[in-house]
């Protein structure tokens, strides 16, 4: 289907959670490509080629994002019928670089951890910007139809009611805000430094995993930006220094995605209550994969945390507060549903 006679094929180990079967296909003298497997039933053909199309957009208008190949049919996506399931099919150009975990988190030699961040800024701006003016032939679905209090009611286990509470009045506060084409429309949804590469190089970020790709606020993909940045002062003792860090860090990484796309003040300063709705989306998504794999439903520590952070109205993620502990980070006790 896609040409790959001659290339070396291997399985990329899946995480926790994972929703895909990936392959690595490296040749001699041609790019190294990237093919994903789609087999679960939770998506349709729809939702895959509004993936795909979005990220050939992407690609054409300049954003620095893994190119979809087509087939040798000329498809973004291809179909395998086996044992009455359908397999979903794409490929991938394989993003130049490695992911930070691959250099244990180690930036540019000689090269200011700053640059980073600005970087980090400066590509969302411009797929944020890009997405401005895309019109989707096969449209991806939006944050409401996934997040409502229908599917929270049927998700979120009876024993959890004030956990269930909170995310509905979360819920109906996003509701109210402005949906218009400057702060709303297609997003990444996952935005993090585990789905891109860096050319260690140049500094260049390359995004790829649109997976959870739908419409929503602008404002989210950059409230995920803030809970990693976390990652880089997690251990430091001082809320106040924790403070002082994050701000500057979110400081840059804004002024790179200002160098691409404007951002209105007023959504600026909803970052608290976007952070909230990361807390959801990682709630929501740690009890599907349980639903999934069918699990009983378990808070451990770090679930318990996110919980306890919703429950109390704790805002950004309990980082400057006194539930946060720099020697376990992010846990909290674990709690019995």
């Known amino acids: 289907m896609f040409g790959l006679d001659g290339y070396e094929i291997q399985l990329i180990p899946a995480h926790d959670g994972g929703r895909n079967v990936v392959y690595t296909c490296e040749k001699e003298g041609s790019n190294s490509k990237i093919l994903r497997i789609a087999?679960?039933?939770d998506r349709s053909r729809e939702d895959f080629l509004g993936e795909v199309e979005y990220i050939r957009y992407l690609f054409e208008h300049g954003g620095s994002v893994s190119n979809v190949i087509s087939s040798r049919k000329g498809n973004l996506l291809e179909e395998i019928n086996y044992n009455n399931n359908t397999l979903f099919i794409c490929l991938f150009?394989?993003?130049?670089?490695?992911?930070l975990v691959e250099s244990n988190y180690r930036y540019r030699e000689g090269v200011p951890i700053t640059e980073y961040y600005y970087n980090?800024?400066?590509v969302l701006g411009k797929m944020h910007q890009i997405s401005k003016g895309y019109m989707p032939v096969r449209r991806?679905?939006?944050?409401?139809d996934k997040y409502n209090a229908e599917y929270i009611d049927k998700l979120i286990p009876g024993s959890l009611s004030l956990l269930k509470e909170k995310l509905v009045e979360l819920l109906k506060t996003l509701e109210g805000l402005d949906r218009n084409q400057e702060n709303f429309g297609m997003i990444h949804f996952d935005y993090n430094d585990g789905n891109y590469s860096i050319d260690f190089d140049t500094g260049q970020i390359t995004v790829y995993d649109f997976d959870n790709s739908c419409f929503g606020w602008y404002m989210f993909d950059l409230?995920?930006?803030w809970t990693h940045g976390v990652g880089w002062i997690q251990f430091e003792p001082d809320a106040g220094k924790r403070k002082k860090f994050m701000d500057d860090y979110f400081e840059?990484?804004?002024?790179?995605?200002?160098?691409?796309t404007k951002i209105e003040n007023s959504m600026l300063d909803k970052l608290p209550l976007f952070i909230k709705v990361t807390l959801m989306e990682n709630i929501v998504d740690a009890f599907e994969v349980m639903q999934n794999t069918g699990e009983e439903p378990d808070c451990d520590e770090e679930l318990s945390y996110l919980i306890?952070?919703?429950e109390d109205d704790i805002p950004y993620k309990g980082f400057f507060h006194e539930i946060y502990s720099c020697k376990e980070t992010f846990e909290y006790e674990k709690r019995d549903i």
């Open 308 to 310: 306890k952070c919703l």
């Open 93 to 99: 150009e394989k993003a130049k670089g490695k992911m």
């Open 120 to 122: 980090c800024g400066k």
């Open 252 to 260: 840059t990484v804004l002024a790179g995605y200002r160098s691409e």
């Open 223 to 225: 409230a995920s930006l």
């Open 140 to 144: 991806r679905y939006s944050f409401f």
């Open 39 to 41: 087999f679960l039933p």
